[in-house]
């Protein structure tokens, strides 16, 4: 069982910047690939960013490549999202998920491959 708690969202001008963490109970943590989906009103959640377990590997939405930066810290049992160049577009509420992996360089980008989600964090960009 893995228990998943976001942190870092918050209100932001176009153009700006914020750093999502996901801070993940257990001790197994590197044994779960990561990933970020996000779900604006009205909308269906979807993939933002995946990450290995080792970290190696990473994926991202065509929407966010280049502005956003998944990463994973295993001594803190945490994973980021570095968001920079923040559009209003990327209003939304933002998840973290975790799935068993068996593999340490496979990524996984569908929701339905995860099996534990965070509650969610509210990322607001404003023009």
């Known amino acids: 069982q893995v228990q998943l708690v976001e942190s870092g969202g918050g209100s932001v001008q176009d153009g700006g910047s914020l750093r999502l963490a996901c801070a993940a109970s257990g001790r197994t943590f590197s044994s779960y690939a990561m990933g970020w989906f996000r779900q604006a009103p009205g909308k269906e959640r979807e993939f933002v960013a995946a990450i290995s377990r080792s970290g190696g590997s990473t994926s991202y939405a065509d929407s966010v490549k280049g502005r956003f930066t998944i990463s994973r810290d295993s001594a803190k049992n945490t994973v980021y999202l570095q968001m920079n160049s923040l559009k209003p577009g990327d209003t939304a509420v933002y998840y973290c998920?975790?799935?068993?992996?068996?593999?340490?360089?496979?990524?996984?980008?569908?929701?339905?491959?995860?099996?534990?989600w965070g509650q969610g964090t509210q990322v607001t960009v404003s023009s």
């Open positions: 998920a975790a799935t068993w992996a068996g593999s340490q360089v496979t990524f996984y980008r569908r929701s339905s491959e995860y099996s534990y």
